[in-house]
């Protein structure tokens, strides 16, 4: 396997795509559709002895365009293969309804979250100028996989390990095979498990279901599988994957306590306010991901009954305040159920 590190001037961080050569040619991820990026890619595979028109196959960790953008034009070069979760798919391949469905759960989760319109104004015209750009890049075919299924690529396969949070279909691969590093103790992960990063939950794909804990319970799951070293879809590999992961879960469990800490100082308070208190003033995509994170924990403690709705958002539920009070880690301990413990 080799790793082909891309520019990203669309979205903050590096991106990875990775070559496996073999019998097959496959590759994972594929870079923004902007020239840059297209012109770092090409210069990639040619250090290798490769071009686009040489894949045989592209395999998709998720939808967002600085992993799927020019999986188009593969294909049309090459007649590659394009594989992705089948949750994500349809964005993939740009079915106009799906699309549709996302903006408009979008637009309704705006107004719940508090978003001022001027907020808005400015989020929405970050996403026109994206698609002016053609970031999402050429039309594409998708073959889907789902949770649990091996893609087999001639002596080389790719165990799914479906990982939502991120996204929907978010899937790390665990790979094996004479190209294969570590022979299933390596994990490409996606936007699952970063180094620098902690993934966006709540407003990276607003058609997750119960956000935090879905990626709570993969967290704990990449935990738990023992990978020796993670690939991820920025920046560099990950040596210790697993406590990679539960610091990313501690993380999240400070980012409760600090969520509950705010609506204890102003209270109710909607998403947009809570975000404000744990990020400022936010600009260009962070202006979607800011109140929807806060969104995402904010709907977990609610399940949990750790707050409750009231007119205006959100306020603690009885006990909360002094069950705060008394925590002197400045942890929420979070689980995959939504029960707080």
Request: with cysteine; aromatic share 8%; glycine share 10%.
């Amino acid at each position: 396997m080799e790793r082909i590190t891309l520019g990203n001037t669309v979205f903050e961080g590096k991106n990875n795509a990775y070559l496996f050569d073999g019998a097959q040619t496959v590759l994972v991820d594929t870079g923004v559709a902007v020239d840059d990026t297209r012109d770092q890619l090409a210069a990639g595979l040619e250090a290798h002895g490769r071009s686009f028109s040489d894949l045989d196959a592209v395999v998709l960790t998720h939808y967002h365009a600085d992993h799927t953008g020019l999986a188009g034009e593969i294909q049309t070069a090459s007649g590659a293969d394009v594989y992705a979760h089948e949750a994500d798919a349809p964005l993939i391949a740009g079915d106009e309804d799906a699309w549709a469905a996302m903006e408009a759960t979008q637009r309704e989760l705006f107004e719940q979250w508090g978003m001022p319109a001027e907020a808005r104004e400015e989020l929405l015209a970050f996403f026109a100028a994206g698609e002016e750009a053609g970031i999402y890049g050429a039309d594409v075919d998708v073959t889907t996989f789902a949770a649990g299924d091996t893609l087999e690529f001639d002596g080389l396969e790719l165990e799914v390990l479906h990982a939502p949070g991120h996204t929907a279909g978010l899937s790390c691969f665990v790979p094996r095979g004479p190209t294969a590093p570590g022979d299933g103790t390596a994990v490409l992960t996606g936007d699952a498990l970063l180094p620098k990063y902690t993934p966006n939950v709540g407003g990276a794909d607003v058609r997750v279901d119960r956000p935090l804990a879905a990626y709570v319970e993969t967290l704990e799951t990449l935990a738990g599988r023992g990978f020796d070293r993670a690939w991820p879809g920025h920046r560099d590999p990950i040596d210790e994957p697993a406590d990679r992961a539960r610091f990313i879960l501690e993380h999240h469990e400070e980012r409760a306590y600090r969520v509950l800490s705010a609506l204890s100082e102003d209270q109710p308070a909607d998403a947009w306010t809570v975000s404000a208190r744990l990020f400022g003033d936010l600009e260009a995509i962070h202006i979607l991901h800011g109140p929807g994170e806060a969104y995402a924990h904010l709907e977990h403690l609610l399940e949990a009954g750790d707050v409750e709705r009231a007119e205006g958002g959100y306020r603690l539920a009885a006990g909360s305040a002094d069950r705060l009070e008394s925590r002197d880690d400045g942890r929420w301990k979070l689980s995959t159920t939504g029960r707080s413990v």
